[in-house]
Nanobody
Framework: QVQLVESGGGLVQPGGSLRLSCEVS????????IGWFRQAPGQEREGVSC????????YYGDSVKGRFTISRDNDRNTVYLQMNDLKPEDTAVYFC????????????????????WGQGTQVTVSS
């Protein structure tokens, strides 16, 4: 059974940092690319970052480039999103998701390409 579980969200001041985790079960990270998306109230879901099934390629949306870093731990079957220099506009529910195709990676990322989703974790950036 495929399951993705996010954790690590919370309340942080502008300029602060958080690290989100996405623990994956039901398949190996070597099979599917994993993406991070976010959705703020009243806005469409936005593709934030993605790491390829091989771990070699990484994608970042323009709004987070230079501030966010995606990585993974194969032993833990977990993908991380390190978020630095957070801004109020980063406030959203963050979701991780697995691509619908195995051994496939393309950018930019769109939510309709991802079939398996976590429940989301809230990130609030406010003073």
């Amino acid at each position: 059974q495929v399951q993705l579980v996010e954790s690590g969200g919370g309340l942080v001041q502008p300029g602060g940092s958080l690290r989100l985790s996405c623990e994956v079960s039901g398949f190996s990270l070597d099979y599917r690319s994993i993406g991070w998306f976010r959705q703020a109230p009243g806005q469409e879901r936005e593709g934030v970052s993605c790491i390829s099934y091989s771990g070699k390629w990484k994608y970042y949306g323009d709004s987070v480039k230079g501030r966010f870093t995606i990585s993974r731990d194969n032993d833990r079957n977990t993908v991380y999103l390190q978020m630095n220099d957070l801004k109020p506009e980063d406030t959203a529910v963050y979701f991780c998701a697995a691509h619908r195709q195995t051994y496939y990676y393309t950018t930019p990322i769109y939510d309709y390409e991802f079939d398996y989703w976590g429940q989301g974790t809230q990130v609030t950036v406010s003073s």
